[in-house]
């Protein structure tokens, strides 16, 4: 923590790239707290691939923490790179918004972007990490090794209410590699992941494989989700938004470095 706050302490102004998340959201707390909430703007991109609750918490964080809080709109749908869904969509997307935060950089006099990566997100798969070294984005709390445990104890101390945040990605990321991105399958999987957690399921995933739905939950969640009838009233509002089929995936909810966990399970007797 000191070896971050002395990183900060280095620069004149600061622009951070605040997704709403617990990662960005400590990073800002922590730059307010080095060089003052004169030094540090906030900025958020707004499209259809990030759900509402996302901007509606990342304009929350920034007029608690009163910092200047910029939104861009992004436009990652008008791009056939983008849309056409291939490994390296992450990288498409990240060079577009990348490319509205510099400009918006430039005209603020900042040479200094940030974003919230850490030590845990180099050890996944992610193309939109070469983004951020073309654009000369740093990435602090990765620099100093912070890990997403840690991060959250450190965000728990701090009083900030998104140390226990679940883990984000963007929408797009629920569809198969291969099949287009549409505003309309965004708006399938939004309103989809947004009914679960209005019934009390805080990390979830609503995967895309053309016309079915494959549910990730965390697994202490699959046997409530079960026993509490939520499969019956599920299927029926998932086929209302349009899909054929819904199936629960039973290995749950994990991140991509997680997906080998299923190894290391206990034998069925």
């Given at each position: 923590m000191q070896r971050l706050i002395s990183l900060l302490k280095g620069w004149k102004r600061v622009l951070i790239a605040l997704s709403g998340g617990k990662d960005s959201t400590f990073l800002l707390k922590t730059a307010k707290d080095a060089l003052g909430e004169d030094r540090v703007y906030a900025i958020t991109a707004i499209s259809p691939?990030?759900?509402?609750?996302?901007?509606?918490?990342?304009k929350a964080i920034a007029k608690e923490l009163n910092i200047r809080h910029i939104l861009v709109e992004t436009h990652q749908l008008d791009s056939p790179l983008f849309i056409s869904n291939?490994?390296?969509?992450?990288?498409?997307?990240?060079?577009?918004i990348l490319e509205r935060i510099k400009e918006i950089a430039n005209d603020l006099g900042i040479s200094k972007i940030l974003d919230g990566t850490n030590?845990?997100?180099?050890?996944?798969?992610?193309?939109?990490?070469?983004?951020?070294?073309?654009?000369?984005?740093?990435?602090?709390?990765k620099v100093v090794g912070l890990t997403e445990k840690e991060i959250r104890s450190l965000s728990k101390e701090m009083g900030?209410?998104?140390?226990?945040?679940?883990s984000m990605a963007c929408l797009a990321t629920r569809i198969s590699y291969?099949?287009?991105?549409?505003?309309?399958?965004?708006?399938?999987?939004?309103?989809?992941?947004?009914?679960?957690?209005?019934?009390?399921?805080?990390?979830v995933r609503v995967r895309m494989h053309g016309k079915v739905a494959r549910i990730e939950l965390e697994m202490g969640d699959i046997k409530r989700f079960i026993d509490n009838h939520c499969h019956n009233r599920?299927?029926?509002?998932?086929?209302?938004?349009?899909?054929?089929?819904?199936?629960?995936?039973?290995?749950?909810?994990?991140?991509?470095?997680?997906k080998k966990r299923q190894d290391n399970l206990k034998r069925c007797p």
């Amino acid at each position: 923590m000191q070896r971050l706050i002395s990183l900060l302490k280095g620069w004149k102004r600061v622009l951070i790239a605040l997704s709403g998340g617990k990662d960005s959201t400590f990073l800002l707390k922590t730059a307010k707290d080095a060089l003052g909430e004169d030094r540090v703007y906030a900025i958020t991109a707004i499209s259809p691939i990030f759900t509402r609750d996302e901007i509606e918490n990342a304009k929350a964080i920034a007029k608690e923490l009163n910092i200047r809080h910029i939104l861009v709109e992004t436009h990652q749908l008008d791009s056939p790179l983008f849309i056409s869904n291939t490994p390296k969509r992450c990288y498409y997307c990240k060079r577009q918004i990348l490319e509205r935060i510099k400009e918006i950089a430039n005209d603020l006099g900042i040479s200094k972007i940030l974003d919230g990566t850490n030590m845990d997100d180099i050890s996944d798969y992610r193309p939109g990490l070469k983004a951020l070294e073309e654009f000369d984005v740093y990435s602090p709390l990765k620099v100093v090794g912070l890990t997403e445990k840690e991060i959250r104890s450190l965000s728990k101390e701090m009083g900030l209410n998104t140390w226990d945040r679940p883990s984000m990605a963007c929408l797009a990321t629920r569809i198969s590699y291969g099949e287009p991105i549409t505003v309309d399958k965004l708006k399938m999987i939004a309103e989809a992941e947004e009914y679960l957690m209005e019934m009390g399921f805080r990390q979830v995933r609503v995967r895309m494989h053309g016309k079915v739905a494959r549910i990730e939950l965390e697994m202490g969640d699959i046997k409530r989700f079960i026993d509490n009838h939520c499969h019956n009233r599920t299927v029926i509002k998932f086929k209302e938004l349009g899909f054929d089929r819904i199936t629960l995936d039973l290995e749950g909810y994990r991140r991509p470095y997680e997906k080998k966990r299923q190894d290391n399970l206990k034998r069925c007797p």
